[in-house]
């Protein structure tokens, strides 16, 4: 079974520069979440899909940051325009929605770096 | 709201001894407990998770967890540790109903000297 696919791996951008993530989740798996994980600390939720509705966005900048989910599967988080403190590893994860206990499967996560 | 508190950051352990990294946790409500943990430049790999069902849990790699809710703790613990288990680990916490959202503890990095 193919895992959670992210890109790029690794980007590095000028501050005030806007930057796209990708993300496809595991086949069947209804609930997408997009992390952010500064360095030295946990991964914090920026926001979480059932299918191609948004659940919860509340920790979202959404002054500068979006995310969608067309058609319930890829979903893409931009940031525009990006700050310095917007350099960390962006994780997305899924998991087979309700009903579940929990466990959410990850990428291997984009990091980011804005100079 | 849910929250974990991982005491301390770091935890250096020699080949072969215990290890234990501690969490603790804040619940209104019954919690689901996760340990994921993540290895350089990879994604976070689920260990093991209670679900409130037996209470100690035994997970992938020797590594096993007691819940105990009069401590508010759910301490992860290997009898043994193998220089592969140098990584990067991380206690959450769930609501035990609705959409399941995890919320992460700061992380402690796990050393293991020859």
């Known amino acids: 079974e193919a895992g959670v696919a992210q890109s790029p791996r690794y980007k590095i951008i000028e501050k005030r520069q806007s930057v796209a993530f990708w993300c496809n989740p595991i086949?069947?798996?209804?609930?997408l979440y997009w992390y952010q994980q500064i360095l030295g600390q946990g991964p914090k939720l920026l926001i979480q899909f059932q299918n191609n509705g948004v659940v919860d966005d509340s920790q979202l900048p959404k002054d500068r940051f979006s995310a969608e989910r067309l058609k319930g599967v890829d979903s893409t988080l931009k940031i525009q325009p990006a700050k310095l403190e917007d350099s960390a590893v962006y994780l997305c994860?899924?998991?087979?929605?309700?009903?579940?206990?929990?466990?959410?499967?990850f990428g291997e996560g984009s990091r980011l770096t804005v100079l | 709201a849910q929250s974990v508190t991982q005491l301390g950051s770091h935890v250096s352990v020699s080949e072969g001894a215990l290890v234990l990294l501690r969490c603790n946790y804040s619940s209104s409500v019954p919690p689901y407990l996760f340990w994921y943990v993540q290895y350089p430049n990879q994604g976070l790999q689920l260990l093991l998770k209670y679900t409130s069902a037996a209470t100690l849990v035994k997970g992938i790699n020797g590594f096993e967890a007691e819940f105990k809710k009069s401590e508010t703790s759910f301490h992860l613990t290997k009898p043994s540790a193998h220089m592969s288990d140098a990584a990067e680990y991380f206690c959450?916490?769930?609501?035990?109903?609705?959409?399941?959202?995890?919320?992460f503890g700061t992380g402690t990095r796990l050393l293991v000297s020859p």
């Open positions: 086949s069947g798996h209804a609930t």
């Open positions: 994860a899924s998991s087979s929605g309700t009903g579940n206990t929990g466990e959410l499967f």
């Open positions: 959450a916490v769930t609501p035990y109903t609705g959409f399941q959202k995890l919320v």
